[in-house]
């Protein structure tokens, strides 16, 4: 609360009236900038939470795709690593390219930015 007042002994001219606007402007020119203050403050406490919530929502997804993949990609390489499986060169072919696909989707470089393995 601000209470402000004339001098009784000073009578208001153009120069003491141009003194209190100026002070009424600085007055609200500082009430204007704690809003913007706080209103920056709460957007980038909002975007720390939407941050947060992507993490964790990729950090979830990354870690469904990473349990089955592994447990298909575990046979498959067993199946290719044996030398007595008769497969043919082009099904062979087909199954080197799933296992490498799958490792890729499994490698650290593929998640996003800020996001670790789990």
Do not use: C
Not at 38 to 57: C, G, V, Y
Not at 65 to 79: A, E
């Amino acid at each position: 609360m601000i209470v402000a007042a004339l001098n009784p002994f000073r009578p208001l001219d153009v120069s003491y009236a141009g003194f209190i606007n100026l002070v009424a402007g600085q007055i609200a020119s500082s009430i204007a900038n704690a809003r913007a203050y706080w209103a920056e403050k709460k957007r980038a406490e909002a975007l720390a939470e939407i941050d947060s919530a992507k993490t964790a929502f990729f950090s979830n997804v990354s870690h469904e795709f990473r349990t089955p993949l592994t447990l298909m990609l575990g046979p498959l390489q067993d199946l290719l690593s044996r030398s007595q499986t008769h497969l043919s060169p082009m099904a062979k072919d087909q199954l080197d390219m799933v296992s490498r696909n799958g490792s890729r989707l499994l490698a650290p470089g593929q998640y996003p930015t800020g996001l670790r393995a789990p």
